[in-house]
């Protein structure tokens, strides 16, 4: 299967009118011919083009995903490509509850890159999780307009403490709880716990479902990726090696055939060549071609 240098190569051959669209489409398809299972690419250009609110997770996205499923043989499972950086809880707990009541639990998650944040919580409602080498999950903790929501937290509880330790460091204090709004600290924790919840949920009913000892094994990858004080870092990367240690069904992209390793890459790249020559910011799209393509308009 071609490489980046050769899917560009191939798209600059087709010509002017939609190349782009007629070889990740032809590569898709392929994947659904070599593995017999439903193929979706939930994917995001988040990294062609930074900060556009519409590369992220949002309500918008179901419909996406009812017009790729829609006429689906769904005996058949699905393999879900997944390529984003995150985005809003809620809306990720209803696609995930949406391909759950379709598929049931096959769904296998596909990861050729990133699945940041609430990519990474849908990622945990598969079966099992495809990675290369090169690919990456990472930390769930819930964040407030870029801001940690299990940060906020630890620091109100260090606040409390230094007050009751010394009451000289109220002042200081006033000035950085000040600047929460009412509510702020409870949303938090409400955040904390439902990013918590929906992966404990998935991950019982999904990749650990009949397993012994899955009480444990779920506790510590919730640990391990939601623990700010233990990551350090929303942006934080975590490669597959990693994932395997913490307890995730994790299938290596390299121990997969040789075939099947090159299409999941061949249609990533297919995936970022589009992103880097077109205005679209986000396409959720099926093997048969059925799409739905947000684009954004630079101003």
Request: with cysteine; net charge positive.
């Amino acid at each position: 299967m071609p490489n980046w240098n050769e899917v560009l190569i191939e798209i600059e051959k087709e010509g002017t009118e939609g190349p782009v669209d007629r070889i990740r489409r032809k590569y898709l398809k392929k994947l659904f011919e070599k593995t017999g299972r439903n193929v979706i690419a939930f994917y995001s250009g988040w990294l062609q083009k930074p900060n556009v609110f519409s590369a992220f997770i949002n309500d918008n996205d179901m419909n996406g995903f009812m017009t790729t499923i829609h006429q689906m043989d769904k005996s058949k499972g699905v393999d879900l490509l997944l390529h984003t950086p995150g985005g809003d809880l809620a809306a990720t707990e209803s696609i995930v509850g949406y391909l759950r009541k379709i598929f049931d639990i096959d769904i296998r998650i596909i990861v050729p890159h990133l699945a940041m944040s609430a990519g990474t919580i849908m990622a945990c409602a598969g079966k099992e999780i495809i990675m290369g080498k090169h690919s990456n999950l990472g930390p769930i903790d819930p964040q407030f307009n870029g801001i940690s929501a299990e940060g906020v937290v630890e620091e109100f509880a260090r606040a409390k403490k230094e007050i009751q330790d010394n009451q000289n460091t109220i002042p200081i204090w006033q000035v950085i709880i000040g600047k929460y709004h009412p509510t702020f600290i409870g949303d938090c924790e409400k955040a904390i716990r439902l990013s918590k919840k929906m992966v404990r949920g998935w991950l019982k009913t999904g990749m650990f479902k009949n397993k012994t000892n899955s009480g444990y094994k779920i506790a510590n990858i919730i640990k391990r990726l939601s623990s700010h004080k233990e990551t350090g870092s929303h942006a934080r990367h975590i490669p597959a090696d990693v994932c395997v240690k913490i307890g995730l069904n994790v299938v290596m992209l390299e121990t997969l055939d040789k075939e099947l390793q090159d299409l999941i890459l061949t249609v990533h790249h297919s995936f970022i060549h589009t992103f880097a020559s077109t205005p679209a910011i986000k396409i959720i799209e099926n093997h048969t071609g059925r799409a739905m393509v947000i684009h954004h308009l630079a101003k």
